[in-house]
C-alpha cells in the first residue's frame, strides 16, 4: 500500500472519529504529496523522497512549538507536537540511541574516519543509510560525538 493511500485511509478513520488534529495533519501530508507530484518529474514519489516529505513536515512542525512556546502559547505548540506525532507514524521504526551509535560506528570504521576533520565523509555515508530511521540533528551529535 502507497504512502498516499495509507493517508486516504486514515483521513476517513479520523473524519469519522471527528479528530482534527490527526485530520489536519493528514491533510498536510496529503497536500505535500500532490505538491510533489504536480511540480514535475515522473509524477510518482520514491520512498527515500516520502521520507524526506515526512521528516521536512515533522521539522516544521517542531520547529513552530518551539516558537509558540518561546511566545507562550503552549495550547498551539502542544498541537503542533501532537502534528508531529501523528506524522512520525509513517516514518520507519526510529533507531534507538544504542542502535544508532553501533551503526554509525561500523560506518565510521567502513569509511576509514579518524579524526573530527573528516565528519563529512562519515556523515554522507551516515544520512544515506540512516535516512528516516533517525534524525540528522541525532546523526550529527553522535558522530561528532564518536569522532572526538
Known sequence: MSLESKITEQMKEAMKSKNQIALESLRAMKSEILLVKTSGGNGEMNESQEIA?????????????????????????EKELAQAEIIQGFLPQQLTQEELESELKAIIEEVGATSAKEIGKVMGTASARLAGKAEGKMIAETVKKLLN
Do not use: H, W
Open 53 to 77: 516529505m515526512l521528516q521536512k513536515l515533522i521539522k516544521q512542525r517542531k520547529e513552530a512549538a518551539e516558537q509558540f512556546t518561546n511566545n507562550g502559547r503552549t495550547e498551539l505548540a
